[in-house]
């Protein structure tokens, strides 16, 4: 059953609470391994589901158009010192919605339409709004992108700068969605200088591991960081800005009243929450745990002839080539996703297939670890990835999956890992007995 309990729910809406109940299920008894998911906890959970959803505070602690601030000021004012001193940021501001919208009110703040950003292309590992075409930050301003070198899987700083002095971009963001290494925030810092940009480090996907002392912190090198608060941070759907307090002014503006209307209390308060159990001991070993694991789990994927973008991680994701599987990313995520391994097709760097069918899958050991699962079952769950993906080679397209042996087969892999995860507990999720 969900935990915390939903009786109201269950009685005024008993199909949405029936909802909620199989996602709960589905949840506890799959291998979550999306690199941009987690488990939060149940007192992050308890945080967003309280009654300061119904308060609204356009403005700042101190500066609201609102009435009625006594409290909501408390509550955000804890968020943002919670989130300066765990990241030891001169500036925060927590009121970005999300992830997206945190990086565009930087583009406000910064740029002017038409403005040049040099950033790491998305089927390479960039983001959306980073400047992809599709995205309006692809469309309102001049993006300029570097990849990764196709031999070594990495990006080459030479390149970075190179293209930065060619093209004199005012905005430089790095970080993505899919770089299975460290990213080397001193050297952006440097190149920034040089040509005179803005440099934005977007941490959505390390956050967590920045917090827990897992992976180098931009705090020093970057003007401005963005992250979400979701990810490895391990707290509700929402974002922050951190930036130096030469930048706060414009930071703000551009969030509120540049881009948004009132923050979000409820979730304010479950940032909070999550920043301070981020800033405990055990979130260090959480943050270990996450990157010992995403190797184990790369290491026995090697072991079963899988081809690994970049040969490993620093991190918590993975970016496996299934080229020399046979099988293209999509037919694979859906065999897994049948077989309780839960994670998403994804373009692999110089990939000849198109992003809706590419040539890759993209894991992470953030949920997992949460879990408590350590590296003797990421030994076992890459065996069971290894079968899945070999069922789904065989199967050969989506149409193959449903043949009725295929489906069995998958199926079986599924109980044997509803199995394993019943020793593992979820927040979130009480087990009926
Ligand atoms: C997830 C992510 C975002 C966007 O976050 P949303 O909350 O989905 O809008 C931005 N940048 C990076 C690098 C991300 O991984």
């Not at 055990?282 to 002839?305: C, M, P, R, T, W």
């Not at 069971?384 to 993906?389: E, G, N, P, S, T």
């Amino acid at each position: 059953m969900h935990e915390p309990a939903v009786p109201h729910l269950a009685a005024a809406d008993p199909q949405i609470a029936g909802l909620v109940q199989d996602e709960a299920r589905r949840q506890y008894e799959k291998v979550r391994l999306i690199a941009s998911e987690n488990y939060v906890s149940a007192a992050v959970l308890e945080a967003t589901g309280t009654v300061l959803t119904n308060k609204y505070s356009e403005g700042y602690a101190g500066k609201r158009y609102y009435e009625g601030q006594q409290i909501i000021d408390q509550v955000e004012t804890l968020a943002v010192e919670r989130a300066k001193a765990l990241f030891g940021a001169e500036h925060a501001n927590v009121q970005p919605y999300s992830g997206s919208p945190a990086n565009l009110a930087v583009y406000l703040a910064f740029l002017s339409p038409g403005d040049t950003v040099l950033s790491m292309d998305l089927p390479m590992g960039g983001h959306l709004t980073h400047g992809s075409p599709v995205s309006a930050t692809g469309k309102w301003f001049r993006p300029v992108h570097y990849g990764v070198r196709r031999e070594t899987g990495r990006v080459d700083m030479n390149d970075v700068r190179e293209i930065a002095l060619r093209e004199r971009p005012k905005l430089i963001i790095c970080g993505g969605t899919a770089i299975p290494r460290t990213i080397e925030f001193a050297a952006f810092a440097e190149i920034a200088r040089e040509v005179g940009a803005i440099l934005l480090a977007d941490m959505a996907h390390i956050a967590g591991l920045v917090a827990g002392g897992a992976h180098p912190s931009p705090v020093g090198h970057a003007d401005v960081i963005s992250t979400t608060t979701h990810k490895t941070l391990r707290g509700p759907r929402g974002a922050m800005l951190l930036s130096t307090a030469e930048h706060a002014k414009a930071i703000d503006k551009a969030v509120f009243p540049g881009l948004q209307g009132g923050p979000h209390n409820h979730t304010t308060a479950a940032i909070a929450v999550a920043l301070k159990e981020a800033s405990q001991p055990s979130f260090k070993d959480y943050a270990a745990n996450v990157v010992a694991n995403a190797q184990a789990l790369g290491e026995a994927l090697i072991e079963h002839g899988f081809d690994l973008v970049s040969g490993g991680t620093d991190n918590h994701l993975l970016l496996v080539d299934l080229t020399n599987k046979g099988v293209t990313g999509k037919v694979a995520a859906k065999a897994l996703d049948a077989a309780g391994v839960e994670l998403n097709f994804n373009t692999v760097p110089f990939d000849p297939r198109r992003p809706f069918d590419p040539s890759g899958l993209r894991l992470g050991s953030a949920a997992a670890t949460t879990r408590g699962l350590g590296a003797q079952e990421m030994a076992q769950v890459a065996q069971w990835i290894d079968a899945a993906v070999a069922v789904a080679a065989r199967a050969g397209s989506l149409d193959g999956l449903k043949d009725r042996q295929v489906a069995a087969d998958l199926d079986k892999i599924a109980g044997e890992i509803r199995e394993l995860l019943s020793g593992f507990p979820m927040p979130g999720w009480a087990v009926e007995r």
